[in-house]
């Protein structure tokens, strides 16, 4: 995987009133870092700065693009979003997302509009953390990308259409025979056949009908989720265009 240098800070797509509310909570429900655990600030400047700076780069995926490697800051603040509900941090990583989105589409970016397609999360592990850490970070980084100019909504049209092994400790063969038939497409999903609505597809002014598929996760490792969710959207009739995420796990020979 190409390395992610840190070029010069981009301005921010939270803007500055969501600064500020940042800057409040942090004064009035102070927590420590959860990039670095420096006192009294959810994000403390530095990881901020850190995450904020890191440039988009391939994963072992070509057509995806990730933020930033899994790794020091970075895998900490994602733990705290998605594990230890530290909602707040799904401004930031959101607008990490978004420009990974960009990333990936290249010069494609602003030609159609992009429709935000989140990896599904089980309804178990939805229920125990009390919140969709994928969906919310699609959510997040659609609003930054829309600020940024862009046409951009985020809608989950996947599902879990069966039961699935544990990932973890499973090598990439492993994972792709797991994840082999897994998701299917919401019946609510608009259909791209013959460019025709389907049955059960949106219309209207706010269809989703049309807009560019994009794939995104919190993490990437072997690929194999995303490769699966493009299957199934393709199957559907809606080929994905990209894939973004936050981040990527570091492989041993990188």
């Known amino acids: 995987m190409p390395p992610f240098p840190s070029p010069a800070p981009p301005p921010s797509a939270q803007g500055p009133f969501g600064h500020a509310l940042a800057g409040l909570l942090d004064v009035l429900l102070p927590a420590d870092c959860a990039g670095c655990g ?4 959810q994000l403390c400047p530095a ?18 693009h990730a933020a930033a490697p899994y790794t020091g800051p970075v895998r900490q603040l994602l733990l705290a979003h998605k594990e230890r509900g530290a909602l707040r941090l799904a401004a930031p990583l959101g607008e990490a997302l978004g420009r990974a989105v960009r990333s990936a589409l290249g010069a494609r970016a602003g030609a159609a509009p992009l429709l935000l397609v989140p990896m599904p999360s089980a309804r178990s592990a939805v229920r125990a953390r009390g919140h969709d850490p994928t969906l919310r970070l699609a959510g997040a980084a659609a609003r930054s990308l829309r600020r940024a100019g862009l046409d951009v909504r985020a809608e989950p049209l996947l599902r879990h259409a069966r039961p699935v092994a544990d990932q973890a400790g499973l090598n990439a063969a492993e994972r792709r025979r797991n ?42 490792t072997t690929g194999a989720s995303l490769t699966e ?26």
């Open 47 to 64: 990881c901020r700065h850190a995450l904020a700076t890191a440039r988009p780069a391939p994963t072992p995926l070509p057509w995806t």
């Open 229 to 254: 969710a493009a299957r199934a959207l393709a199957d559907a009739g809606l080929p994905v265009r990209a894939g973004a995420t936050v981040a990527a796990t570091v492989r041993p020979s990188d």
């Open 179 to 220: 994840l082999h038939g897994a998701l299917t497409v919401l019946p609510r999903a608009p259909t791209g056949r013959a460019g025709l609505a389907g049955p059960g597809s949106l219309a209207g002014p706010g269809s989703l009908a049309g807009r560019h598929p994009v794939l995104v996760d919190d993490l990437v």
């Open 38 to 41: 420096s006192e009294r600030t």
